[in-house]
């Protein structure tokens, strides 16, 4: 799994605060960091080897069996998996499988436009002149090579593209789309949800180009990380 974004109102759930409340900065540290491996393996995790990995001694061990007791995190069989997460895991691949079948669509209509295309025949009137080019107007995407775009990006890209299209600012050459992409994913620090929020903001504001999303939320919710990840420093440390 690329990305695995929780609830930015997730301080608020009750049972995170009485995580909280039990066992401070500590507790969330351990909480998020618990959900970090299981993540990244999209399955459960052996107890024995997660508790290895995150150095769960005899402190962390009570807020251990106080997330099982209130029941954000789950044991059983010798393994450790979170059930929200593995529903969001379930419903990501069934995501990923439909955009990749959607894709794989798009490419075979462009195939089948521009077989069309080509068996058209030739005539020099003027009514003729003017289809081809209004054709050629529709149909830029088939001079373009997309098989750059992720799956997880196609749907924000493509829309964007869309957009400009209809700002009559396509795209000229294969090196500039591939340069936009790219920008669009450093500015989202290659993350399509923020990706499709940067997209959404230009088009709402009819604007020109991308640009990074700034808010005094998300100051908040980065300085609230790097402290968590300070304090399990600490923790791990021994200090």
């Not at 540290?29 to 150095?55: C, M, N």
């Not at 439909?98 to 209509?109: A, V």
């Not at 069309?116 to 003017?130: A, F, L």
Request: proline share 1%; aromatic share 12%; glycine share 2%.
């Amino acid at each position: 799994m690329k990305y695995f974004l929780h609830d930015s109102n997730a301080f608020n759930d009750e049972k995170i605060t009485l995580l909280f409340m039990e066992f401070g900065y500590e507790g969330l540290g351990l909480f998020y960091s618990i959900l970090e491996k299981l993540a990244q393996q999209e399955k459960p995790v052996k107890t024995d080897v997660l508790k290895k990995q995150l150095f769960v001694g005899k402190k962390l061990e009570k807020c251990w069996k106080f997330m099982e007791t209130i029941d954000i995190i789950s044991s059983n069989n010798g393994e450790t998996f979170n059930k929200q997460l593995l529903n969001f895991s379930e419903k990501f691949m069934i995501k990923k499988e439909k955009n990749r079948k959607r894709i794989s669509e798009w490419r075979e209509n462009q195939d089948n436009i521009k077989n069309v295309t080509c068996n058209e025949s030739v005539r020099n009137t003027d009514k003729d002149n003017i289809s081809k080019v209004k054709l050629s107007k529709v149909n830029n995407k088939e001079s373009f090579d997309f098989s750059f775009v992720e799956v997880d990006y196609s749907e924000t890209f493509y829309n964007w593209i869309d957009y400009k299209k209809e700002r009559k600012q396509s795209y000229k050459t294969q090196k500039s789309l591939e340069a936009c992409y790219q920008n669009l994913k450093l500015l989202s620090e290659f993350n399509p949800i923020t990706a499709k929020q940067i997209v959404l903001n230009s088009i709402s504001n009819n604007w020109l180009g991308l640009f990074k999303i700034k808010t005094d939320k998300q100051t908040k919710q980065d300085e609230t990380r790097n402290y968590i990840a300070s304090r399990i420093a600490q923790v791990t440390s021994g200090n």
